[in-house]
């Protein structure tokens, strides 16, 4: 994937290459140990070319998590996705951002650094906040459902809750690899989530 | 929490301090980048007292984890709590678990932990399993809810999402430190969570 292991001179796949060693080498050593050394090795480039695309290790973190996913595909989605299928949609667009190799490599390795360090703990909020929680307040209020519903809870609250569901599938399939959920297909999640995290997000009367 | 910073002879409480240093190093750096001498310093030993304690950086790791909770309380809560309070129960011992500073530290390091390395992975998988899979199983056959039940998914499938939606949960409370989920108050998680977890393991019929 990182192309070819000895030096060579810029190209323009270089920045892609420098980022998918990234991506490796911080899921593996985490935000603290990860090397900028490292990286330019296994992107084949000089270490002082990893400094020419990126000034800091937050820079180069910070480029690595923002690279696709495109935080306006979820914005849209959360925006114009027909109301009753917005569980369904968020599902397969976390699931077909994350499940390649580069998605499930970038997911452990986001979580690995909010863990290790509070700037990228800021960071990895700050995405969250920008991608998720302002378009969901902005659509459900648009919908009249900006507030508690049906005796659910506040909406900050269950936007919080469809988001915890989808992050730990995430971490429970890509990073701990539990059987049950590493080998369900992509279907098989969005039968099992769709309607909790539209539950969440979208309340219908208690029964 | 760590001890006396200098050097000092092995006491009944050094295990106990070189535990505490642990939870703290791998959380910071990772599994790959926890370095046994800075554990070493932090609890105030020298290495080779760590070393007496534990074999290996994996030993170390896994006395790390393993230590409270003991797996025998989440499956005595599973195996024993009345059926319709289970995912109150569930919700309860997992907050009281990880949210005291050491518990979040050693949530933080287990899953990153996890995504650095398959052996840690492997490790964390078995521990739920353990504490967790094996006890659902067994409490809710034996209820007669170990299938689909009311055109739910199969129990594997609903346990794995209830953990999912904890696991979520506790990553965006003690790592990322979203604002909303990190505010609430223990009550406060009970009251939005354990419905959603008792729905997952205890299904109603659909509306």
């Known amino acids: 994937m990182a192309g070819p292991r000895g030096r060579r001179p810029a190209g323009e796949d270089t920045r892609a290459d420098i980022l998918a060693a990234a991506r490796a080498e911080f899921s593996r050593r985490g935000y603290e140990g990860a090397s900028l050394r490292a990286i330019a090795r296994a992107a084949g480039v000089d270490p002082k070319l990893v400094h020419?695309?990126?000034a800091t290790k937050g820079e180069l973190f910070g480029a690595m998590v923002d690279i696709p996913p495109d935080p306006h595909i979820f914005a849209d989605t959360i925006l114009f996705a027909p109301l009753e299928e917005l569980?369904?949609?968020?599902?397969?667009?976390f699931v077909a951002t994350w499940?390649?190799?580069?998605?499930?490599?970038?997911?452990?390795?986001m979580f690995a650094a909010a863990a290790a360090n509070e700037e990228q703990a800021e960071f990895v909020?700050?995405?969250?906040?920008?991608?998720?929680?302002v378009n969901v307040m902005k659509r459900l209020e648009a919908e009249g459902l900006g507030g508690s519903v049906n005796g659910s809870p506040a909406l900050p609250v269950r936007a919080s809750l469809a988001l915890s569901q989808l992050v730990g599938m995430g971490v429970l399939r890509y990073v701990v690899r539990q059987p049950t959920l590493a080998a369900m297909s992509e279907d098989e999640l969005v039968a099992s989530l769709a309607p909790i995290v539209?539950?969440?997000l979208v309340p219908r009367p208690p029964v």
Do not use: C, K
């Not at 569980?87 to 667009?93: A, K, T, Y």
């Not at 499940?99 to 452990?108: N, T």
């Open 87 to 93: 569980g369904e949609m968020l599902v397969r667009l």
């Open 125 to 133: 909020r700050e995405f969250m906040r920008r991608a998720v929680f």
């Open 198 to 200: 539209q539950e969440h």
């Open 99 to 109: 499940d390649p190799q580069a998605g499930r490599e970038r997911f452990a390795a």
């Open 52 to 54: 020419h695309y990126f």
